[in-house]
């Protein structure tokens, strides 16, 4: 199992920035990439950036040339820069771990962190 906690969310002007974090602890070596989807009412969690453990990033155009993923494996943690930060961006946002299990899948959730942009 893979236990994931995130922290940095909050409340910011547009055009701030935040930043998350994401540590994970427990069977880490079985983790094949690590991301950030984001959800509010109504709508359907979207993927905002994911890295894979070889450093492979991939991110949705909404937050592309804003939002950066990186990762410090020495301490298991995954972060999220978020510049330029728009109103449109509040949301819970949630740290994910996509892991090996046998020959499929399976994903791991963080508890969320809620980030709220004011305009």
């Known amino acids: 199992q893979v236990q994931l906690v995130e922290s940095g969310g909050g409340l910011v002007q547009a055009g701030g920035s935040l930043r998350l974090s994401c540590t994970a602890s427990?069977?880490?070596?079985?983790?094949?990439?690590m991301g950030w989807y984001r959800q509010t009412p109504g709508k359907q969690r979207e993927l905002v950036a994911a890295i894979t453990s070889g450093g492979i990033t991939n991110y949705a155009d909404s937050v592309k040339g804003r939002f950066t993923i990186s990762r410090d494996n020495a301490k298991n943690t995954v972060y999220l820069q978020m510049n330029s930060l728009k109103p449109e961006d509040t949301a819970v946002y949630c740290c994910?771990?996509?892991?090996?299990?046998?020959?499929?899948?399976?994903?791991?959730w963080g508890q969320g962190t809620q980030v709220t942009v004011s305009s």
């Open positions: 427990g069977s880490i070596f079985s983790i094949k990439a």
């Open positions: 994910n771990a996509d892991t090996f299990v046998g020959w499929g899948s399976y994903d791991y």
